[in-house]
């Protein structure tokens, strides 16, 4: 059982450049969610979606789109990568479609940094 | 505003002593809490929550939380500590806004184990 798999563990961009942070679950979960991780701020939700179709923005979406067109994939892409991006960045899914009582899932994380 | 604080950044204890993690959280009604261990490297994993009914939870590796509503606190506890216990540590609030939910993590406290 792979849980949440989330790819490339690390990326160098360039400013002005555009990638995608890809994320699958095999759990069958309906939530899932990105999170960025900065030094002395924890983790803030960027965007999340409550099932194939359908996303909304969390706390720091600016910079950032997403897309859930099947359950199991929730792609994070960049459109023009700023330095302010340099994060490390954390997909999580739960099986509890408000997250809110349900265990989240988390990937090991994709490092990124823009140059 | 819900929020979650966790006043400590930074702790260092000698293996074998216990341990006490604050956590302080802002929320009207009874909230869904949890704390969450991160490994260097790592993604996030979930060491227990609290829903409702007893206070004091239990989670793995050892781990107890409890919960005090008069003091708006769920701080976590191990009673002898082990140097594979040296990790970040997160604490959480299931947010309620809107047709779905998600999670307020706080700021961590990274933990460091002393032989």
């Not at chain 1, 900065?38 to 923005?57: C, E, F, K, N, W």
């Not at chain 1, 023009?80 to 990937?107: H, I, K, M, N, W």
């Not at chain 2, 919960?67 to 299931?94: I, M, T």
Request: hydrophobic share 30%; aromatic share 12%.
């Amino acid at each position: 059982n792979a849980g949440v798999t989330q790819t490339p563990k690390f990326q160098v961009l360039k400013t002005g450049q555009s990638m995608t942070l890809q994320c699958a679950q095999d759990m069958n979960h309906e939530y899932m969610s990105w999170y960025r991780q900065d030094p002395g701020m924890g983790l803030r939700l960027i965007h999340y979606s409550v099932g194939a179709g359908i996303t909304d923005q969390g706390e720091v979406p600016n910079g950032y789109n997403v897309s859930r067109s099947t359950t199991e994939d929730f792609p994070l892409r960049l459109l023009s990568a700023a330095p302010s991006q340099t994060s490390v960045y954390f997909c999580a899914s739960s099986y509890d479609r408000t997250s809110t009582t349900g265990e989240l899932f988390f990937g090991e994380g994709s490092r990124l940094t823009v140059l | 505003a819900q929020s979650v604080t966790q006043p400590d950044i930074h702790i260092t204890v000698s293996e074998g002593a216990s341990l006490e993690l604050r956590c302080n959280y802002s929320y009207g009604a009874t909230p869904y809490l949890f704390w969450y261990v991160q490994s260097p490297g790592q993604g996030l994993q979930l060491l227990l929550k609290y829903f409702s009914g007893d206070t004091l939870v239990q989670g793995i590796k050892g781990f107890e939380a409890e919960f005090k509503r008069s003091q708006s606190s769920f701080n976590l506890r191990k009673p002898s500590v082990h140097w594979s216990d040296a990790a970040e540590y997160f604490c959480a609030v299931g947010r309620y806004g809107g047709s779905q939910g998600n999670l307020i993590f706080g700021k961590g406290t990274k933990l460091s184990v002393k032989p």
